[in-house]
């Protein structure tokens, strides 16, 4: 099925530094998200976005839903241990219940201590 | 508050048995309903998904079906098993289609 293009695909980073990542997508999408999974567990939702432009933070964490509504990217400041795990992007192209979510393949992050 | 119980944590069943998994929502009335599947870590492939009672839709051609007997109740199964299906299997749910996707903690199935 279709998916979202999602980079980087893994990222090694020293502690305490900043995180960015991205989704981008040839088509419109109405709604942005972004979740994080741990390994073992089922992926947790972090942030929507709902229109574009929008930013939005929780935490350390910071995400954009992209003024051409093709594009989102996650930020994640002064990284930490606990921030390893797998991130996934994920939007929707249609309004309403016209259409299922649209998954990016992750972005692997391990953060060195 | 709206909860998502998916069970067994862990399964290894040999080739050819069957299989039956199982993942209910609470605090919540017709919730669209998910099976996913991953593997290897990465990727979230969509199994079927469910809108209501006994309305199932396949996103792929496999060795799986799914059912959903109660509101909020979705069940994934097989007939016989295949080494190819062994994998980690999530089941997720949400208010509406397309809409933010609340998933319970995965079953790994090792098939042997």
């Known amino acids: 099925g279709q998916q979202l293009n999602q980079s980087p695909q893994s990222m090694f980073i020293q502690e305490g530094e900043d995180v960015s990542m991205n989704c981008t997508s040839s088509?419109?999408?109405?709604?942005w998200l972004w979740y994080k999974q741990d390994p073992g567990e089922g992926p947790v939702l972090l942030i929507a976005l709902y229109k574009a432009g929008e930013l939005t933070s929780n935490g350390r964490l910071t995400a954009q839903f992209g003024i051409t509504r093709k594009d989102s990217f996650l930020n994640i400041s002064a990284s930490i241990p606990s921030d390893v795990g797998i991130y996934f992007c994920?939007?929707?192209?249609?309004?309403?219940?016209?259409?299922?979510?649209?998954f990016g393949k992750g972005t692997k992050l391990s953060v060195k201590p | 508050s709206q909860t998502i119980h998916q069970w067994p944590a862990t399964l290894v069943q040999p080739v050819g048995s069957p299989l039956s998994l199982e993942c209910t929502v609470e605090?919540?009335?017709?919730?669209?309903l998910y099976w996913y599947r991953q593997a290897a870590g990465r990727g979230l492939q969509l199994l079927f998904y469910?809108?209501?009672?006994?309305?199932i839709s396949s996103e792929v051609p496999q060795n799986l079906s799914a059912s959903r007997p109660q509101d909020r109740q979705f069940i994934l199964s097989s007939k016989k098993l295949l080494l190819s299906d062994s994998g980690f299997y999530l089941c997720?749910?949400?208010?509406?289609?397309?809409?933010?996707?609340?998933f319970g903690q995965g079953t790994r199935l090792t098939v042997v």
């Open positions: 994920a939007g929707q192209k249609y309004g309403g219940s016209q259409g299922n979510l649209i």
């Open positions: 088509s419109i999408f109405n709604t």
């Open positions: 997720a749910w949400s208010a509406d289609r397309g809409t933010e996707a609340f």
């Open positions: 469910s809108v209501g009672i006994g309305q």
């Open positions: 605090g919540t009335s017709n919730p669209n």
